[in-house]
């Protein structure tokens, strides 16, 4: 399994946008990007998935460089909802994209 | 379309004592997972099921924890005996099929489980 490293938490105004940046320097070449958001007492919610270049939902956008050793999250506009453990997942996309890390803990300011 | 559903929600018990939590995935998903979160960490897999057979245990403690899917619909874990370090959410989800184009998993409540 290919493992992620993510920064521990980040902090945020109301308003700005949000990138959180995942290191999977081990991917492999099935391997897709996950993303997960948890809100405390709640079970993950899927975010996004991607594989290469950016892919885009009505929630966020995820940049996958060429070389695909990094994805990064951006979240548009952050409110004070937003503020949750996210989760970088590496695998392929039939299975094993289990290993979920300690997460970044995003805290959204007023 | 209902989710995942999860019970007890909460669980306090003793060492040594035993505990049973069910799972009842979203309706139609041929996979099912059980998940632990320790307070802090991120979830930790520990069975995959797909129908009713298992797809991958490796990191589940089978001298003390057992799962099982009959029919392929609901899920028990057990845990006999219960140690302190057991104290976690347990969480279910399942996903549609492992083969399905959009693997996205969906997760239920979790079980607190309290080892005193």
């Known amino acids: 399994l290919a493992k992620t490293t993510q920064p521990i938490s980040m902090d945020s105004y109301e308003g700005q946008e949000v990138n959180i940046t995942c290191s999977h320097n081990?991917?492999?070449?099935?391997?897709?990007i996950t993303w997960y958001q948890q809100f405390p007492s709640q079970g993950p919610r899927f975010i996004i998935q991607?594989?290469?270049t950016k892919v885009t939902n009505e929630v966020a956008s995820l940049f996958i460089p060429a070389d695909r050793k990094s994805s990064t999250l951006s979240l548009p506009r952050v409110s004070l909802s937003d503020t949750a453990v996210y989760y970088c997942l590496v695998g392929t996309r039939a299975g094993n994209q289990f290993y979920f890390g300690t997460g970044t803990s995003l805290t959204v300011i007023p | 379309e209902a989710g995942v559903a999860q019970s007890p929600r909460y669980k306090i018990i003793e060492k040594r004592q035993s505990v049973a939590f069910w799972c009842n995935p979203i309706s139609g998903h041929a996979t099912l997972y059980w998940y632990q979160q320790i307070l802090g960490q991120g979830p930790k897999l520990l069975i995959q099921f797909q129908n009713n057979g298992v797809v991958d245990d490796s990191q589940l403690p089978k001298d003390r924890f057992s799962a099982e899917r009959l029919k392929g619909v609901d899920s028990t874990l057990k845990i006999q005996p219960a140690k302190l370090e057991d104290s976690a959410v347990y969480l279910c989800?399942?996903?549609?099929?492992?083969?399905?184009?959009?693997?996205?998993?969906?997760f239920g409540p979790g079980t607190r489980l309290t080892v005193t």
């Open positions: 991607g594989y290469k």
């Open positions: 989800a399942s996903s549609l099929n492992r083969d399905s184009r959009t693997y996205e998993q969906y």
């Open positions: 081990n991917i492999a070449t099935n391997d897709y």
